[in-house]
């Protein structure tokens, strides 16, 4: 029904800076929330940004004051600017989106991306 596209990982020098893009199609009505997260090799995997329908952010204490979470509505999309990435933000970013559909059942359902690579090294 709906559909999360994610774009803009990969490798990056340390202090660069990327722009993940998720794209959302398919059956939406309404975005209750849409964010990222990541996971590295190991570890769990963890919310990096959130963003709500009414244009609340949250961050990770890690993401503070270096990643910006936006939202498109016209296009459904949600970005996530990274600034002076650091090596430990490496890992598979993950979007994820919690929508009401035009379909039903209404929900709201929770949707996940495929994933994309984001490796800071030098």
């Known amino acids: 029904q709906v559909q999360l596209v994610e774009s803009g990982g990969g490798l990056v020098q340390p202090g660069g800076s990327l722009r993940l893009s998720c794209a959302a199609s398919?059956?939406?009505?309404?975005?209750?929330?849409m964010g990222w997260y990541r996971q590295a090799p190991g570890q769990q995997r963890e919310l990096v940004a959130s963003?709500?329908?009414?244009?609340?952010?949250l961050y990770t204490d890690s993401a503070k004051g270096r990643f910006t979470i936006t939202i498109d509505k016209v296009k459904n999309t949600v970005y996530l600017q990274m600034n002076t990435l650091k090596p430990e933000d490496t890992a598979v970013y993950y979007c994820?989106?919690?929508?009401?559909?035009?379909?039903?059942?209404?929900?709201?359902?929770?949707?996940w991306g495929e994933g994309t690579q984001v490796t800071v090294s030098s």
């Open positions: 994820n989106a919690v929508i009401t559909t035009t379909t039903m059942p209404r929900g709201p359902h929770e949707y």
């Open positions: 398919g059956s939406i009505f309404r975005f209750v929330s």
């Open positions: 963003i709500v329908g009414g244009g609340t952010t």
